[in-house]
């Protein structure tokens, strides 16, 4: 856990600090920190109606009336307690704000009740501005779409995470209007799969993430079911693929039979002195290691038909004659020619170039972004030295976590450090 999400959760003595972008969250954990305190009605109290009024000693019998406020050691028990909880609320908003929200409030510091208020107003907004949110998330389910080239995994986030939006919202969806949304924004590629969905299974009781599965459990396979070759997919695939070949008992002859082709057919040996015709062996004449041989030459292609899609097969069903050649054009197909994986490289190298902080983004979803392009570029064998990536990660960070980045340049030896750990730096002292 970083040093930042530990602030954000807080102890049972400090309240969570609230970072941008995280109100909701801070909200709940906050108003339960406070729940668990001894005083905790009280502070509630002074957050929901404001400090106690003032109050007033009794005006002695036949003097003139005039009003003295009570000193706190003259309060009953009960406005003690009362005004130690004013204090608290207030003391516990300073605890759990960072300087960046203080400055945005510090002229609503007379009472903590003020003070929550103008959070409340300037994280959620008025009545209208709670019913404009609604409006929006409702249009945003509505609009929902697959956006070209993301994963299923990405669509499905995004797609849970608007519904914890419309819940959070007080919007309930039935459970069927879900998986049938859900199914409906697939991308292309995926429209088969939604077709089987919506036949074999019953979209008014599985849950969201069953269907998810569904879909998961055929791409990974089992281990006499080979996986299930999805289109976008094809490089997971692959290894998942060849580990299932490898964990059968005649894996090596069915992968001889994917790089080589198929056998060569067997003759027999002509008789002495007979006249040479070639009469080619049988299946029960062949050899012991001929027959494996053989058999590996049916399980490659029957294993490949089992893995792929309809929507694949009919891509690549005229070269069917052996697996070599259905799994040499699957390669062609989804991998490109040596021109197609150069115009690959160039992109990802564009895209590294290019990269940069999105506004609004997390320093989390910065490093996420950035770490999965990384990624991509190790998988077209383009490697990068240490001092240049962290120094490019560095330079594209938000213009808050500037002053950090430099920091870093001065004081840590970026030639040595991994990412990750230059990641929890940044994140450490941004936090500290």
């Not at 003020?114 to 404009?132: H, T, V, Y």
């Not at 049916?298 to 309809?310: D, E, H, P, V, W």
């Amino acid at each position: 856990m970083t040093s930042k999400e530990a602030l954000a959760i807080g102890t049972d003595t400090k309240p969570p600090v609230f970072f941008r972008g995280e109100y909701e969250q801070w909200k709940d954990r906050f108003l339960n920190f406070i729940e668990r305190q001894d005083l905790g009605n009280f502070i509630i109290q002074s957050l929901e109606e404001g400090l106690m009024e003032t109050q007033y000693r009794e005006p002695t019998a036949g003097t003139q009336e005039v009003r003295v406020a009570l000193s706190y050691t003259d309060l009953t028990a009960n406005a003690k307690l009362r005004a130690k909880g004013d204090r608290l609320a207030k003391s516990y908003i300073l605890q759990g704000i960072t300087n960046e929200i203080y400055v945005k409030i510090d002229s609503y510091k007379a009472s903590a009740k003020q003070m929550w208020d103008q959070l409340e107003k300037m994280m959620l907004g008025s009545k209208i501005g709670n019913q404009l949110k609604i409006s929006n998330s409702l249009h945003s389910f509505e609009e929902f779409k697959g956006r070209t080239g993301e994963t299923l995994e990405g669509t499905y986030d995004r797609f849970v995470t608007l519904l914890n939006e419309l819940r959070k919202n007080k919007v309930n969806k039935s459970q069927i209007e879900l998986n049938i949304k859900f199914l409906s924004i697939l991308q292309p590629e995926w429209k088969s799969f939604s077709r089987q969905m919506r036949q074999i299974k019953d979209l008014n009781e599985i849950p969201l993430h069953e269907v998810m599965t569904s879909k998961e459990a055929l791409a990974i396979g089992t281990d006499t079911k080979p996986p299930v070759f999805f289109r976008g997919e094809y490089e997971q695939w692959k290894d998942r693929f060849l580990n299932f070949i490898e964990r059968q008992d005649l894996g090596n002859f069915i992968i001889q039979s994917l790089e080589e082709g198929l056998m060569e057919t067997q003759y027999r040996e002509p008789a002495a002195g007979a006249q040479e015709v070639r009469v080619a062996l049988s299946y029960t004449d062949l050899t012991a290691d001929a027959k494996l041989r053989a058999k590996g030459d049916r399980l490659a292609k029957s294993y490949i038909l089992q893995g792929i899609t309809n929507e694949i097969y009919v891509k690549i069903d005229s070269y069917k004659a052996s697996a070599k050649q259905m799994w040499d054009q699957l390669e062609k197909m989804m991998l490109g020619s040596k021109i197609g994986n150069q115009l690959k490289i160039s992109n990802c190298l564009h895209s590294f170039e290019e990269f940069k902080g999105r506004t609004g983004e997390t320093l989390e979803g910065t490093y996420d972004r950035f770490v999965t392009l990384l990624n991509e570029l190790s998988k077209n064998k383009v490697n990068k030295s240490q001092i240049e990536l962290n120094i490019k990660f560095l330079s594209i960070l938000q213009p808050e976590w500037k002053s950090f980045s430099r920091q870093m340049r001065q004081i840590k030896d970026l030639n040595e450090i991994p990412l990750h750990e230059v990641y929890v730096s940044v994140t450490d002292r941004h936090v500290n």
